[in-house]
C-alpha cells in the first residue's frame, strides 16, 4: 500500500533539498547535478567536545537520526579517526597475531595494534596492511589486518549504544577503482554508511582553501596533490607521487649506512630520526645521535644524511605544483601561487616551506602555509564534508566511481 506524502515528509525533502544547496555554493557545482564527482596510538577523551575548527556539532533536536559520523585518514603510517562529538584516536597502522602457542601466552590476546603491536614485533606476525596509502591486494593477510585496523579504529571512538557508524574516508588522489572498491567492501562490514574522497581535497575542505589553492599532502607512503577551483577536483586536477615518508626512510639508511658502515641503522630508527630531526635545509646546530657500533652507543653526527635524505623530496613537489599551476588560467596564477597548503606528517619538515618558495623565486610573490594539526586535519576535514551532506546522499560525492 502506498503511503501518502504528509507534511513531515515535504518539510524533511526542503530540508534536505537546502543541505545540498548550501554545499553546492560551498564548492561551486549545482544542486541538480546528476554526478557532483567524475602519529603514535592515542584516544582524545570525549570531554574535549570541540574539534579544532569548528568540526564538532551538537545533535539538533529535530534530528531522529540515530547515525554517528566519523572522518578517517587511513595512512601508511598512521591511521586517524575523529568523531561527530570531538573524539580522537590516533593508532600506528600496524597490526600483528601471535606467531604461535608460546607467543599467546607471552601477549595473552589473539591481536594487537600500533604500538603494543610494533613493541611485541618477535612474538608476533606482523602487518603493515596499507602500502603507498592504499591496501595491499593480494599479499598475506593484509586485507584481513586492513579490516581489523578500520574496525579497531572504530571500537577505540566509544560510539554510543543504538548509533550507526557511517565514515567519510580519505584515498590517495590518484587512488585506483580497483584499491577503492576493496576499501569501500572492506569499510561497510564495520559502518553503516561509506563515503570515500581525497585526501588533499579533504584537507582543503577543513582549511576552508576551496577556490584558486594547491594542496600538498605529504605523508608517508605518497604524497598528494590537488588543485582546488571552487569545486570537487577531478583526476586532471590532482597528482600523486610515490616519494614521501618512507622514501625519505630508505635514502636516510643508505646515507647513514655509507657514511657509518659500522653502526646498526635500520629503518625504524631511520624513521625516529626523521620525525626527531628531519629537515631540508642546515640547521643552526649540527644533529648528534647515539648509534650503536658493535652493540656499544657512539655519538655520531649524522647532519649531511639527514639533509641529503629529506631534500630528495622537494624537486617532485616543485615539478607537481608547477604542473597543476598550469591548470589554472594565468589571471589566477598570483592567487594561486599565494595559496600553497602544506599538509600530513611530512610537512612539519623543517625548512621545507623556505625550500619551495625558493623554487619558485622567479614566478612572483608565492605563500606557503603549513597546517598546524598536521595529524589530524585529513580526518577533520573528511567529518566536516560528512556533517555537511546528508549521509543518504554521500553516493552523489564520493569518488568511488573515478577511475585514474
Same mark, same amino acid.
Given at each position: 500500500?502506498?503511503?501518502?506524502?504528509?507534511?513531515?515528509?515535504?518539510?524533511?525533502?526542503?530540508?534536505?533539498?537546502?543541505?545540498?544547496?548550501?554545499?553546492?555554493?560551498?564548492?561551486?557545482?549545482?544542486?541538480?547535478?546528476?554526478?557532483?564527482t567524475?602519529?603514535?596510538?592515542?584516544?582524545?577523551?570525549?570531554?574535549?567536545?570541540?574539534?579544532?575548527?569548528g568540526?564538532?556539532?551538537?545533535?539538533?533536536?529535530?534530528?531522529?537520526?540515530?547515525?554517528?559520523?566519523?572522518?578517517?585518514?587511513?595512512g601508511?603510517?598512521?591511521?586517524?579517526?575523529?568523531?561527530?562529538d570531538?573524539?580522537?584516536?590516533?593508532?600506528?597502522?600496524?597490526?600483528?597475531?601471535?606467531?604461535?602457542?608460546?607467543?599467546?601466552?607471552?601477549?595473552?590476546?589473539?591481536?594487537?595494534?600500533?604500538? $603494543? /603491536? &610494533?613493541?611485541?614485533?618477535?612474538?608476533?606476525?606482523?602487518?603493515?596492511? @596499507?602500502?603507498?596509502?592504499?591496501? #595491499? *591486494?593480494?599479499?598475506?593477510?593484509?586485507?584481513?589486518?586492513?579490516?581489523?585496523?578500520?574496525?579497531?579504529?572504530?571500537?577505540?571512538?566509544?560510539?554510543?549504544?543504538?548509533?550507526?557508524?557511517?565514515?567519510?574516508?580519505?584515498?590517495?588522489?590518484?587512488?585506483?577503482?580497483?584499491?577503492?572498491?576493496?576499501?569501500?567492501?572492506?569499510?561497510?562490514?564495520?559502518?553503516?554508511?561509506?563515503?570515500?574522497?581525497?585526501?588533499?581535497?579533504?584537507v582543503?575542505?577543513?582549511?576552508?582553501?576551496?577556490?584558486?589553492?594547491?594542496?600538498?599532502?605529504?605523508?608517508?607512503?605518497?604524497?598528494?596533490?590537488?588543485?582546488?577551483?571552487?569545486?570537487?577536483?577531478?583526476?586532471?586536477?590532482?597528482?600523486?607521487?610515490?616519494?614521501?615518508?618512507?622514501?625519505?626512510?630508505?635514502?636516510?639508511? $643508505? /646515507? &647513514?649506512?655509507?657514511?657509518?658502515?659500522?653502526?646498526?641503522?635500520?629503518? @625504524?630508527l631511520?624513521?625516529?630520526? #626523521? *620525525?626527531?630531526?628531519?629537515?631540508?635545509?642546515?640547521?643552526?646546530?649540527?644533529?648528534?645521535?647515539?648509534?650503536?657500533?658493535?652493540?656499544v652507543?657512539?655519538?655520531?653526527?649524522?647532519?649531511?644524511?639527514?639533509?641529503?635524505?629529506?631534500?630528495?623530496?622537494?624537486?617532485?613537489?616543485?615539478?607537481?605544483?608547477?604542473?597543476?599551476?598550469?591548470?589554472?588560467?594565468?589571471?589566477?596564477?598570483?592567487?594561486?601561487?599565494?595559496?600553497?597548503?602544506l599538509?600530513?606528517?611530512?610537512?612539519?619538515?623543517?625548512?621545507?616551506?623556505?625550500?619551495i618558495?625558493?623554487?619558485?623565486?622567479?614566478?612572483?610573490?608565492?605563500?606557503?602555509?603549513?597546517?598546524?594539526?598536521?595529524?589530524?586535519?585529513?580526518?577533520?576535514?573528511?567529518?566536516?564534508?560528512?556533517?555537511?551532506?546528508?549521509?543518504?546522499?554521500?553516493?552523489?560525492?564520493?569518488?568511488?566511481?573515478?577511475?585514474?
Open positions: 500500500m502506498n503511503r501518502k506524502i504528509s507534511s513531515e515528509d515535504i518539510a524533511t525533502l526542503k530540508s534536505v533539498k537546502s543541505q545540498i544547496s548550501r554545499l553546492a555554493r560551498l564548492v561551486g557545482v549545482q544542486a541538480n547535478s546528476k554526478k557532483l567524475t602519529e603514535g596510538d592515542q584516544r582524545v577523551d570525549k570531554s574535549e567536545k570541540k574539534v579544532r575548527g568540526t564538532a556539532k551538537k545533535m539538533s533536536s529535530q534530528d531522529v537520526s540515530k547515525d554517528f559520523l566519523v572522518g578517517i585518514d587511513l601508511t603510517s598512521r591511521s586517524v579517526l575523529v568523531g561527530e570531538g573524539t580522537k584516536v590516533v593508532v600506528e597502522s600496524i597490526v600483528g597475531w601471535p606467531r604461535d602457542i608460546i607467543g599467546i601466552k607471552v601477549i595473552g590476546q589473539a591481536i594487537m595494534f600500533g604500538k $603494543e /603491536a &610494533l613493541a611485541m614485533r618477535d612474538s608476533l606476525e606482523i602487518s603493515r596492511p @596499507l602500502a603507498d596509502g592504499v591496501i #595491499k *591486494e593480494g599479499k598475506g593477510r593484509d586485507q584481513e589486518a586492513a579490516e581489523e585496523l578500520l574496525r579497531h579504529l572504530v571500537e577505540q571512538a566509544g560510539v554510543p549504544q543504538g548509533r550507526n557508524v557511517c565514515g567519510v574516508i580519505g584515498v590517495p588522489a590518484k587512488a585506483s577503482l580497483k584499491s577503492k572498491e576493496l576499501l569501500m567492501d572492506i569499510a561497510q562490514k564495520c559502518m553503516r554508511r561509506v563515503m570515500l574522497i581525497s585526501e588533499p581535497f579533504a582543503a575542505y577543513e582549511q576552508k582553501k576551496l577556490s584558486n589553492s594547491i594542496v600538498v599532502d605529504i605523508g608517508a607512503g605518497t604524497t598528494d596533490l590537488c588543485a582546488m577551483k571552487g569545486r570537487i577536483p577531478d583526476d586532471d586536477h590532482q597528482l600523486t607521487i610515490n616519494k614521501a615518508g618512507n622514501y625519505v626512510d630508505g635514502v636516510l639508511v $643508505e /646515507a &647513514l649506512k655509507k657514511q657509518f658502515p659500522d653502526a646498526s641503522i635500520t629503518s @625504524l631511520a624513521k625516529q630520526l #626523521k *620525525e626527531k630531526h628531519g629537515t631540508v635545509s642546515q640547521p643552526r646546530s649540527k644533529i648528534v645521535t647515539n648509534l650503536r657500533v658493535n652493540g652507543k657512539e655519538a655520531h653526527d649524522i647532519t649531511d644524511s639527514m639533509v641529503y635524505a629529506c631534500s630528495r623530496i622537494v624537486p617532485d613537489i616543485v615539478e607537481g605544483i608547477k604542473q597543476l599551476l598550469l591548470t589554472f588560467d594565468p589571471e589566477f596564477e598570483d592567487e594561486v601561487l599565494q595559496n600553497i597548503i599538509a600530513g606528517g611530512m610537512s612539519q619538515l623543517e625548512g621545507l616551506p623556505a625550500a618558495e625558493t623554487a619558485f623565486k622567479d614566478f612572483g610573490i608565492v605563500k606557503i602555509q603549513t597546517v598546524r594539526t598536521a595529524l589530524y586535519n585529513g580526518a577533520e576535514g573528511a567529518l566536516r564534508l560528512g556533517m555537511d551532506i546528508p549521509v543518504q546522499h554521500w553516493d552523489k560525492i564520493g569518488f568511488l566511481d573515478q577511475d585514474s
